[in-house]
C-alpha cells in the first residue's frame, strides 16, 4: 500500500539538482545594496542628528522598527519616544547604521521564505543576536573597517531561509518535526535528506548570486571556521556568536541540539582569533560577551 503523501520521504537530490533549484530562487536585494542604497546613512557619522533622521524618515519601515526599538531598550522613559530626532539622540549612529541593514535583509528574508511553518521570529532573533555578537568578538582581536563582519554574522543561516523557499518539502521533512534522542545530528539529518547542509547550501546560494566572499564563507562555514581561506577571523567570530546565543536560548535556529558552556567556549574559532595559547586576551573576549548578553534579549525584543 502506497504511503500518504505526507508521510513521503522526499527523494534526496543530487547537487546538480540542488543548483537547478537554486535558480529558481530570486536574489535577496537588499544584500547587494547595502553598501550602495545605504551609503549615505552609512557615512552619516559626522551629520547632525536632524540630517540622519531626515534620511531614516525616507524609509517608513525602518523608522517604525527605530521607534519600536528605542522605546523597548529606553523603557525607563517617562514618556514615550515618538521623534525619530530623538531616537537617533538615545540609540547613536552605530546602532542606526545596524537597524538600517537590518530592515531590509529582513524583510527579504520573509518574502524568501513566504508562509512556510517555522518560528521565524525567533529565527531573526537568532540571526539579529549573531550579528552583535559577531561584532562584539572581531572588535576584541581588530578594528572593524566596515560593516561587514555585522552582516556576515546576520546572513549565517540563509541557507535555512532558502531551504524553505526552494526545497520546501525537503524543509518539511528535516525541520517539520523534532529529532529524537540519540538521533541524527541536524546537519547529518539535512545532507541525508536533501542532499546539502544548511551551511553549504547558504554559501552556494550567496556564491550563485556574486555576493561578498566574506559573507559565502560566513555562511558556509560557520560550524567550521578552520576551513575559510581568507576571512578565517570574521567565520570563527561568527561561530562564536552563534554558538553562545544557542547556548543562552535566545531565539533558535531550527537545531535544538543544546550547546553547553564549554562547548562555546572552547570552539574552533577561538584558537584562530587567539592562536598561542594567549588565556588572558581570551578570557577578557570571552567576559566582555557575557556582559554584552545582558541587554541583548532586550534589544532584541525592540528590533522583531
Known amino acids: 500500500m502506497e504511503a500518504p503523501q505526507a508521510l513521503r520521504r522526499p527523494i534526496r537530490l543530487s547537487r546538480a539538482q540542488i543548483e537547478k533549484g537554486l535558480t529558481q530562487c530570486p536574489r535577496l536585494p537588499s544584500l547587494g545594496s547595502v553598501n550602495s542604497s545605504l551609503h549615505e546613512l552609512l557615512n552619516a557619522d559626522q551629520r547632525y542628528t536632524s540630517h540622519v533622521a531626515e534620511i531614516i524618515r525616507r524609509d517608513p519601515s525602518l523608522t517604525a522598527r527605530l521607534l519600536r526599538l528605542v522605546n523597548s531598550v529606553y523603557y525607563g522613559l517617562s ?22 541593514m537590518v530592515t531590509p535583509i529582513i524583510e527579504d528574508f520573509q518574502k524568501l521564505a513566504g508562509k512556510k511553518p517555522f518560528p521565524w521570529r525567533e529565527f531573526w532573533q537568532h540571526c539579529i543576536g549573531a550579528a552583535l555578537l559577531s561584532r562584539e568578538v572581531i572588535t576584541s582581536v581588530q ?40 538521533g541524527p545530528h541536524l546537519m547529518e539529518l539535512e545532507d541525508a535528506t536533501l542532499g546539502m547542509n544548511h551551511a553549504e547550501l547558504g554559501g552556494l546560494y550567496l556564491e550563485h548570486h556574486h555576493l561578498p566572499e566574506l559573507l559565502v564563507e560566513a555562511a558556509q562555514f560557520h560550524h567550521s571556521p578552520e576551513n575559510a581561506s581568507r576571512h578565517g577571523r570574521v567565520v570563527a567570530a561568527v561561530q562564536i556568536a552563534d554558538l553562545l546565543i544557542r547556548h543562552k ?33 581570551k578570557a577578557i573576549a570571552q567576559a566582555n560577551l557575557n556582559r554584552s548578553l545582558e541587554r541583548l534579549p532586550l534589544l532584541l525584543e525592540g528590533l522583531v
Open 79 to 100: 514618556t514615550p519616544v515618538n521623534s525619530i530626532e530623538e531616537a537617533v539622540f538615545y540609540l547613536g549612529v552605530r546602532q542606526i547604521r545596524q537597524l538600517a
Open 143 to 182: 578594528a572593524p573597517e566596515d560593516e561587514g563582519d555585522y552582516v556576515a554574522g546576520l546572513v549565517h543561516d540563509v541557507g535555512v531561509i532558502v531551504m524553505a523557499a526552494a526545497f520546501p518539502t525537503h524543509f518539511d521533512a528535516i525541520y517539520g518535526q523534532p529529532i529524537p534522542d540519540g
Open 249 to 281: 536560548g535566545i531565539g533558535s535556529d531550527g537545531d535544538a541540539t543544546l550547546v553547553s558552556q564549554e562547548d562555546w567556549m572552547n570552539a574552533q574559532g577561538w584558537e584562530i582569533l587567539f592562536p598561542r595559547e594567549n588565556h588572558a586576551e
